[in-house]
């Protein structure tokens, strides 16, 4: 299973397949990710593509679908120096802040 981008072809590696078929993430949504998303830095030298709201908003002006718009803008997709998909996942909301949620008995006396 391929994935098409704009510069060329992106291999997909044996994990990154088991977990977008794991995780129900469909070839269109990741070719979105990969064609219009915006690159950032990751780990160990990979890039990590996300398709920003911005692009989505430009996608829907240009006629494509509006759920396959919305459904590519939770997904992000990493990519290693090679050019193979190393992995892909649906971003959690919250995922990279602290949980702002408090224990109402932490600190607190009970008799």
């Not at 990493?78 to 109402?104: A, E, F, L, M, N």
């Amino acid at each position: 299973m391929m994935s098409i981008c704009a510069e060329g072809t992106f291999m997909l590696s044996n994990h990154a397949a088991t977990r977008i078929a794991q995780r129900g993430i469909r070839g269109a949504i990741l070719d979105l990710v990969l064609l219009y998303g915006t690159r950032a830095k990751a780990e160990r030298g990979c890039e990590e593509y996300i398709l920003s709201g911005r692009a989505a908003r430009h996608l829907e002006a240009a006629g494509y679908n509006g759920q396959t718009i919305a459904a590519a803008t939770k997904v992000r997709a990493i990519v290693d120096t090679d050019g193979t998909i190393v992995t892909c996942y649906h971003k959690r909301k919250g995922r990279y802040q602290p949980s702002s949620r408090k224990s109402h008995l932490r600190g607190a006396r009970h008799a």
